[in-house]
């Protein structure tokens, strides 16, 4: 045993730290829950060389995942192993995580004797991840506190601005000139459920939403859950459409360009397509390994699909067999949630899953090969959770605030009063 003072079983060590569960199943994200599962029990007695091998595996399905690495700095602190705490530690600099080392490592005097210098690194890299980047003005932010707003569309030619809440099962506009207050556009005559995702289609006068089901779901009396791509009148919320598809478990997300849409499903890891107004949805691609979809976007000639515990995934235009872009070093792509592109075709991701969360440039090389992540929002204090962006203008709506935290799935109530949605403009740099 050395310095560090054993305590396995909450020990901070996270181990049992996961993303949200996928209906699938084999998919890469059951593989590295095996290897956590292993991983805990070796720790547990204390054969924390074989936990160490089984956490390097379920990282090389899961790099850059934040409790992951933090698990290597703990095991290897267990085990007695200072240069593979430094490597943990470092690692988790180099994919511009923020990490309060304080706080987090045990035998942090340990380290700072057997190398101040790398620890005096370790302090500046962490500080600079954590250093707030851009600027954003506040767009609205009416009293729909009880609504728990999920998604997010904004009208290209008026900057209306569409948010769909989860815990009531509407979707309200919101006025460029009366960012305070809000109209219910649509669930009061036609019933919907949790919406989960909004994409306005000008050419063709439609909102785009994604219902669904969740525990925060308020049902009445005889209803089912379900789930469904509605399109709706942009201007007067009246139900044009449902469309639904064998198979579906729950829409999480979906985009739309040119009159065509993507849908993901995040429980059931499937993509639809809509090509066109008068179509059929349609199943586009569909692989054992997705775990959880989430947002969505066409660029650079392929559609690109975030998963939460994965990290991105190319959809090849002519095969729609699904890629899974290799994770730069220099990046963290586990927790990502929304995706937009710009006109330039330029992709923009929302993290919520590891710190520091916010806005972040995905950056391509000459050959289209993901190489980094550059921050473009974060360190605001209105970022709470945020889920998703749309780009009008020249900017990106964030929907910057979330609060699940505070709609658990019993329904209990929380201490104060829930927070109000905050959505923020960011100009694309």
Do not use: C, K
């Not at 942090?108 to 980047?133: G, K, S």
């Not at 569409?162 to 960012?179: C, K, Q, T």
């Not at 219910?184 to 669904?212: H, K, Q, T, W």
Request: hydrophobic content about 45%; glycine content about 10%; charged content about 20%.
């Amino acid at each position: 045993m050395n310095a560090l003072t054993l305590s396995i079983s909450a020990a901070a060590l996270l181990l049992g730290a996961a993303f949200p569960a996928s209906a699938q199943s084999p998919s890469l994200l059951d593989a590295s829950r095996a290897l956590r599962e292993e991983m805990r029990a070796a720790a547990q007695i204390e054969d924390f060389e074989t936990a160490r091998r089984l956490n390097t595996a379920a990282l090389s399905i899961q790099p850059g995942h934040s409790a992951l690495l933090n698990n290597a700095v703990l095991l290897a602190g267990f085990a007695g192993d200072v240069d593979g705490q430094f490597a943990a530690l470092e690692a988790m600099a180099a994919a511009g995580l923020s990490y309060d080392l304080e706080a987090s490592v045990r035998n942090l005097v340990e380290l700072e004797t057997a190398d101040a210098e790398r620890i005096a690194a370790l302090r500046t890299a962490f500080a600079e991840n954590a250093t707030p980047v851009g600027s954003a003005r506040l767009v609205a932010s009416p009293p729909l506190g009880d609504a728990l707003i999920e998604a997010l569309a904004v009208d290209n030619e008026t900057e209306r601005v569409y948010l769909g809440g989860v815990a009531e099962r509407r979707i309200y506009r919101v006025e460029p000139f009366a960012p305070s207050e809000f109209e219910v556009f649509a669930g009061e005559d036609d019933p919907i459920g949790s919406i989960f995702g909004l994409a306005a289609d000008r050419v063709n006068g439609r909102l785009y939403a994604v219902e669904g089901v969740v525990p925060q779901t308020p049902l009445g009396e005889g209803e089912t859950s379900g789930t469904a791509l509605l399109a709706l009148d942009l201007e007067t919320g009246e139900l044009i459409e449902r469309y639904t598809i064998d198979g579906a478990v729950r829409m999480g997300d979906l985009t739309v360009r040119d009159g065509v849409v993507f849908v993901s499903d995040a429980d059931g890891g499937r993509i639809y397509r809509l090509n066109g107004p008068r179509a059929e949805l349609e199943l586009y691609a569909e692989d054992t390994r997705f775990a959880s979809l989430q947002g969505l976007a066409q660029a650079r000639g392929a559609l690109w699909v975030v998963d939460y515990a994965l990290g991105l995934w190319r959809i090849d235009p002519v095969t729609r067999h699904a890629h899974l872009q290799p994770s730069p070093e220099s990046a963290s792509l586990i927790g990502l949630d929304g995706l937009v592109a710009d006109r330039l075709g330029r992709l923009f991701v929302i993290r919520n899953g590891a710190a520091p969360v916010g806005v972040f440039e995905l950056v391509f090389d000459a050959q289209s090969r993901l190489v980094g992540m550059e921050p473009v929002l974060t360190g605001d204090p209105r970022i709470g959770e945020p889920t998703t962006a749309r780009v009008s203008d020249g900017r990106l709506f964030v929907n910057a605030d979330a609060p699940w935290d505070q709609f658990p799935e019993d329904g209990a109530a929380p201490e104060g009063p829930r927070r109000t949605p905050q959505i923020l403009a960011v100009p694309i740099p």
